[in-house]
């Protein structure tokens, strides 16, 4: 196993480099935007309504991706130190 990855439980995380964190979130956000025909702007004002329609697995990772992307942009510091350095993997296929 990479020495960069470590394993949780069912869950593997692996420690990103900000470039590639941000290249990770940017065809996140590509892939959603084509998929929903909008832009991730349009999307995180319908989220920000409140309405559960706009509470699914894929739009919340799309909007992960694209807040992760911002904090990377702006270089932003997280208190925990962990936004856009891991992402989490699902071993149970999901």
């Known amino acids: 196993m990479d020495d960069r990855v470590k394993s949780f439980d069912r869950i593997k995380v692996r420690h990103l480099e900000p470039g590639e964190a941000k290249a990770k979130y940017l065809a996140r956000i590509h892939e959603s935007e084509q998929s929903f025909g909008m832009t991730s702007e349009e999307m995180e004002k319908l989220v920000s309504t409140g309405d559960d ?42």
């Open 53 to 94: 329609k706009w509470e699914t697995p894929e739009i919340l990772r799309w909007m992960s991706a694209y807040h992760g992307y911002q904090s990377l942009s702006r270089k932003e510091i997280p208190t925990d130190g962990t936004v856009g350095k891991t992402i989490g993997v699902s071993t149970t296929g999901d």
